[in-house]
């Protein structure tokens, strides 16, 4: 009987944790929502059937928000849109787990000074795009080492996980933030010159502040890699 009992017992529980406390536009705000909540803001000292009624009306007022918000979040983005916030929030996440020196971060900040320039053309300080820097390296880690473990199959076939414009990438690059400068001549493009340097167009866009619309003039000065 003692037995039973415990078993009943055990089966309230669950059904009071399903047990839908309020509705918000016709959403459910389940008593399971408010016992997580209250787990975390009160460090488990507290269960939402301890709560006065004021404070009940005071939380489920706090959830309302909460589950509004993410109802009508999900009813008016596109199913695209979701994948893409739950893309950045799972790699930021992943991210956020790697270490990065100040050494590491400085390192990369001189591989590309060369393209870190605000719209005057003046460098930007390794301070203010530091953060930048870090979230970048670690995202870049955290995709790396998924990618190492990843199987990719096309036509049957396995192939490299790696693809070649990692190479490429590197390449695009000047060498620690120094360049010369170019003088166009007639007949250049800026894909040629880039080819030229061993680098991307887009990479020599950004390094000397051009965009797509910019137009090459005889004469013209660019920033160049150091060969």
Not at 6 to 9: E, G, L, P, R
Not at 92 to 106: F, P, T, V
Not at 168 to 180: D, E, L, R, V
Not at 222 to 227: G, S
């Given at each position: 009987?003692k037995?039973?009992m415990?078993?009943?017992?055990l089966?309230?529980?669950?059904?009071?944790?399903?047990?839908?406390?309020?509705?918000?536009?016709?959403?459910?705000?389940?008593?399971?929502?408010?016992?997580?909540?209250?787990?975390?803001?009160?460090?488990?000292?507290?269960?939402?059937?301890?709560?006065?009624?004021?404070?009940?009306?005071?939380l489920?007022?706090?959830?309302?928000?909460?589950?509004?918000?993410l109802?009508?979040a999900?009813?008016?983005?596109?199913?695209?849109?979701?994948?893409?916030?739950?893309?950045?929030?799972w790699l930021?996440?992943?991210?956020?787990?790697?270490?990065?020196?100040?050494?590491?971060?400085?390192k990369e900040?001189?591989?590309?000074?060369?393209?870190?320039?605000d719209?005057?053309?003046?460098t930007i300080?390794?301070?203010k795009?530091?953060?930048m820097?870090r979230?970048?390296?670690?995202q870049?880690?955290?995709v790396?080492?998924m990618?190492?473990?990843?199987?990719?199959?096309?036509?049957?076939?396995?192939?490299?996980?790696?693809?070649?414009?990692?190479t490429?990438?590197?390449?695009?690059?000047?060498?620690?933030?120094?360049?010369?400068i170019?003088?166009?001549?007639?007949?250049?493009?800026?894909?040629?010159?880039a080819k030229?340097?061993?680098?991307?167009t887009?990479?020599?866009?950004?390094?000397?502040?051009?965009d797509?619309?910019?137009?090459?003039k005889?004469g013209?000065k660019?920033?160049?890699?150091?060969?």
């Open positions: 009987m037995k039973m415990v078993i009943f017992a089966l309230a529980t669950v059904g009071l944790s399903a047990k839908t406390i309020a509705t918000v536009n016709g959403y459910a705000i389940d008593e399971k929502e408010a016992n997580a909540f209250l787990k975390i803001a009160t460090k488990g000292k507290l269960t939402y059937n301890r709560l006065r009624k004021k404070d009940k009306i005071d489920v007022q706090r959830l309302a928000v909460d589950t509004l918000v109802k009508t999900l009813k008016e983005t596109k199913k695209k849109e979701q994948e893409n916030i739950i893309a950045g929030y930021r996440k992943k991210a956020s787990k790697y270490k990065i020196s100040d050494k590491e971060m400085k900040y001189q591989k590309n000074i060369a393209i870190l320039k719209k005057k053309g003046k300080p390794f301070s795009v530091k953060e820097i979230n970048s390296m670690a870049k880690r955290a790396g080492k990618m190492k473990k990843a199987k990719i199959v096309m036509n049957g076939k396995v192939i490299p996980s790696t693809s070649s414009q990692d490429k990438s590197k390449k695009s690059m000047p060498n620690n933030g120094k360049h010369s170019y003088v166009v001549k007639s007949g250049n493009t800026l894909s040629g010159i030229r340097y061993g680098m991307s887009k990479a020599l866009r950004k390094m000397n502040n051009m797509s619309k910019s137009v090459l005889i013209q660019l920033k160049v890699p150091v060969k």
